[in-house]
């Protein structure tokens, strides 16, 4: 499975972006969870969100709730991440990821990102202030 994310850029304070992450490769339609994570600057990776297989279940780090959502296509083989509201502190390099197992994912397994095999290139997106 190759990944890769897209639709970062440049945006100012309060803004909002919509993040992609397409598929390709074997198809795995709704049989793998799918996450988010990003890394700062001088920051370590960080979990976003998460969606499990069937997009029945999300997961969101505390400082994105509320204001960011992640949804996914299993007929594409998509995954999405509104963000709006965006501050500042949401600059970063923005990855997708898929982990090595199908089907379902402990609570906290979601946001362990060393559960994740599969990783797209990121997606820069900075927020201005």
């Known amino acids: 499975v190759q990944l890769q994310a897209y639709g970062g850029g440049l945006v100012q304070t309060g803004g909002s972006l919509r993040l992609s992450c397409a598929a390709s490769g074997p198809p795995f339609g709704g049989n793998y969870a799918m996450a988010w994570f990003r890394q700062g600057p001088g920051k370590e990776r960080e979990f976003v969100a998460a969606?499990?297989?069937?997009?029945?279940?999300?997961y969101y780090a505390d400082s994105v709730k509320g204001q960011f959502t992640i949804s996914r296509d299993n007929a594409l083989d998509t995954m999405s991440l509104q963000m709006n509201k965006l501050k500042p502190e949401d600059t970063a390099i923005y990855y997708c990821?898929?982990?090595?197992?199908?089907?379902?994912?402990?609570?906290?397994?979601?946001?362990?990102?060393?559960?994740?095999?599969?990783w797209g290139q990121g997606t820069l997106v900075t927020v201005s202030s």
């Open positions: 990821a898929v982990p090595n197992r199908r089907g379902p994912l402990s609570f906290s397994d979601y946001r362990l990102s060393r559960v994740y095999t599969h």
């Open positions: 969606i499990s297989y069937g997009g029945g279940s999300t």
